[in-house]
């Protein structure tokens, strides 16, 4: 007799498939869904303009899990698990949290709010949530949790705090305007409380578009009226609702890479782990797609230094992966970039739209973001058509008037300027994905830049950096 789906582990997705990457590219789930917030509020074209020349808000209440973790051992557990370092970190402060597999492979990351003594709040895509939770059930840490799920599922359930960020080079002026006075002089990542229409809110100094900005959370049931005060005071400063279509791509100017695959589905050591998780979780209902494939699962699996997280990875601490991550630091890496797409050849790619039957097309790129999988890997080729690299996040930015995309390419095609080229579109007219059209693959020139791309974000970083 079959095991019923509800009890079903992703262990048993894993016995019970001849390959987890065929399971996983044939997934039916398509594209990343970002729930409740309309798509635009004006159209998407100025709502990103709006980060760079004025001032924007965005509504980050829906579509990431909150994980709380509270009690005595909650450092202690979040420290082992981290590769970040743990040392000078207090309540009042946030970091972006990664964690790895034992071989070293990245599982996920999240913002991590040291709200108060011994209570943490981890926000994020759910991959490093599951890890953490499972953690803190099986390793005899004396900590409860509270988890809050992002609203695929019901979209219309309250979730536990409102989550805005407004960001843009009026957001200072702005957020002063709504507080009565000057803004608290806190650090990057650190935290402080203002007000906002009577409302006592919490300020984390978050910039994404190159100057200061904030992220500002409470409880849910405030965040109604907090939101229509910021857009009231918002308007003399030009202010921008951002929808969801925009939303997702400012990660394309400030570089991160929002996507990876967690590396949990081979390794009898993540054996447990797997049959912990549900065959409803991320790991199990989440797609692959583009251009790279590969049989072996294993060739998806990312290092932090891919993933720009070199800087913030530190042997000052005992955590799951050190041991596999001391000896790859030995190794070389390929090295996060932006590429900056061939305006030429993305045209030919939607003019297929109209020049060629179904079926002859060019795969559909959707702007402004243009993710068809949860986890998106394109082939990166050399002139000589050889593999040395991987396109993952992928949109186009209005600000600088191009497609990007963010990758990670072998150092000695890492340098700006270099020409690769991107391979857009599955092989075999395509995946099975409901996302997925038949269609033909196309050659995409591309030029090599720099993480992050915009150089108003590039700068700020550099300051913050030297604060």
């Given at each position: 007799m079959s095991t019923p789906a509800a009890k079903r582990s992703?262990?048993?997705?894993?016995?019970?498939?001849?390959?987890?990457?065929?399971?996983?590219?044939?997934?039916?789930?398509?594209?990343?869904?970002?729930?409740?917030?309309?798509?635009?509020?004006?159209?998407?074209?100025?709502?990103?303009?709006?980060?760079?020349?004025?001032?924007?808000?965005?509504?980050?209440?829906?579509?990431?899990?909150?994980?709380y973790i509270y009690g005595p051992d909650a450092f202690k557990l979040l420290s082992q698990l981290a590769i970040n370092s743990f040392k000078g970190f207090e309540p009042g402060r946030a970091?972006?949290?990664?964690?790895?597999?034992?071989?070293?492979?990245?599982?996920?990351?999240?913002?991590?709010?040291?709200?108060?003594?011994?209570?943490?709040?981890?926000?994020?895509?759910?991959?490093?949530?599951?890890?953490?939770?499972?953690?803190?059930?099986?390793?005899?840490?004396?900590?409860?949790?509270?988890?809050?799920?992002?609203?695929?599922?019901?979209?219309?359930?309250?979730?536990?705090?409102?989550?805005?960020?407004?960001?843009?080079?009026?957001?200072?002026?702005?957020?002063?305007?709504?507080?009565?006075?000057?803004?608290?002089?806190?650090?990057?990542?650190?935290?402080?409380?203002?007000?906002?229409?009577?409302?006592?809110?919490?300020?984390?100094?978050?910039?994404?578009?190159?100057?200061?900005?904030?992220?500002?959370?409470?409880?849910?049931?405030?965040?109604?009226?907090?939101?229509?005060?910021?857009?009231?005071?918002?308007?003399?400063?030009?202010?921008?609702?951002?929808?969801?279509?925009?939303?997702?791509?400012?990660?394309?100017?400030?570089?991160?890479?929002?996507?990876?695959?967690?590396?949990?589905?081979t390794g009898e050591e993540l054996r447990a782990y797997r049959e912990w998780l549900p065959a409803t979780s991320y790991e199990a209902v989440g797609s692959l797609g583009g251009s790279f494939y590969s049989p072996n699962i294993e060739d998806y699996y990312l290092t932090p230094w891919e993933l720009g997280y070199g800087s913030i990875l530190k042997f000052d601490h005992d955590f799951i992966g050190r041991a596999a991550l001391e000896e790859k630091a030995k190794e070389p890496h390929r090295k996060k970039v932006t590429l900056a797409w061939n305006g030429e050849d993305v045209a030919r790619a939607f003019a297929t739209l109209v020049t060629e039957p179904k079926g002859q097309r060019a795969k559909y790129i959707d702007l402004p973001l243009s993710q068809y999988a949860t986890w998106m890997y394109d082939k990166v080729l050399n002139r000589q058509g050889e593999l040395v690299g991987i396109s993952t996040f992928c949109g186009y930015s209005s600000n600088?008037?191009?497609?990007?995309?963010?990758?990670?390419?072998?150092?000695?095609?890492?340098?700006?300027?270099?020409?690769?080229t991107l391979v857009w579109g599955e092989e075999g007219g395509g995946s099975r994905?409901?996302?997925?059209?038949?269609?033909?693959?196309?050659?995409?020139?591309?030029?090599?830049?720099?993480?992050?791309?915009?150089?108003?974000?590039?700068?700020?970083r550099a300051t913050v950096a030297r604060r």
């Amino acid at each position: 007799m079959s095991t019923p789906a509800a009890k079903r582990s992703l262990q048993s997705i894993v016995d019970s498939v001849t390959n987890i990457t065929e399971y996983l590219y044939n997934n039916v789930t398509g594209a990343r869904v970002y729930p409740v917030v309309p798509p635009e509020f004006s159209n998407w074209r100025d709502e990103q303009h709006a980060w760079r020349e004025t001032v924007c808000l965005f509504d980050l209440s829906y579509h990431m899990t909150d994980l709380y973790i509270y009690g005595p051992d909650a450092f202690k557990l979040l420290s082992q698990l981290a590769i970040n370092s743990f040392k000078g970190f207090e309540p009042g402060r946030a970091k972006q949290l990664v964690v790895c597999t034992p071989a070293g492979y990245v599982i996920g990351d999240g913002i991590l709010f040291y709200l108060d003594k011994e209570a943490f709040q981890l926000v994020g895509r759910p991959s490093a949530h599951n890890w953490v939770q499972y953690h803190a059930e099986t390793g005899g840490y004396n900590v409860t949790l509270e988890r809050d799920e992002w609203s695929v599922a019901d979209p219309h359930r309250p979730r536990k705090v409102y989550r805005y960020q407004v960001q843009g080079p009026n957001a200072k002026a702005l957020l002063e305007k709504l507080n009565g006075g000057p803004l608290p002089d806190v650090k990057f990542f650190h935290m402080a409380w203002i007000t906002i229409g009577g409302h006592r809110v919490r300020m984390l100094h978050h910039g994404m578009s190159g100057v200061a900005g904030a992220e500002l959370f409470g409880p849910f049931e405030e965040g109604p009226a907090v939101k229509a005060a910021i857009l009231e005071a918002g308007q003399e400063f030009g202010i921008r609702h951002v929808g969801s279509r925009a939303y997702a791509t400012n990660t394309l100017e400030s570089g991160w890479i929002p996507s990876p695959l967690p590396a949990v589905y081979t390794g009898e050591e993540l054996r447990a782990y797997r049959e912990w998780l549900p065959a409803t979780s991320y790991e199990a209902v989440g797609s692959l797609g583009g251009s790279f494939y590969s049989p072996n699962i294993e060739d998806y699996y990312l290092t932090p230094w891919e993933l720009g997280y070199g800087s913030i990875l530190k042997f000052d601490h005992d955590f799951i992966g050190r041991a596999a991550l001391e000896e790859k630091a030995k190794e070389p890496h390929r090295k996060k970039v932006t590429l900056a797409w061939n305006g030429e050849d993305v045209a030919r790619a939607f003019a297929t739209l109209v020049t060629e039957p179904k079926g002859q097309r060019a795969k559909y790129i959707d702007l402004p973001l243009s993710q068809y999988a949860t986890w998106m890997y394109d082939k990166v080729l050399n002139r000589q058509g050889e593999l040395v690299g991987i396109s993952t996040f992928c949109g186009y930015s209005s600000n600088e008037g191009k497609m990007l995309s963010l990758a990670m390419l072998q150092e000695e095609y890492a340098e700006p300027g270099t020409e690769v080229t991107l391979v857009w579109g599955e092989e075999g007219g395509g995946s099975r994905k409901p996302s997925v059209e038949r269609h033909v693959q196309v050659e995409i020139r591309a030029t090599v830049g720099p993480v992050p791309y915009s150089e108003a974000a590039r700068q700020y970083r550099a300051t913050v950096a030297r604060r």
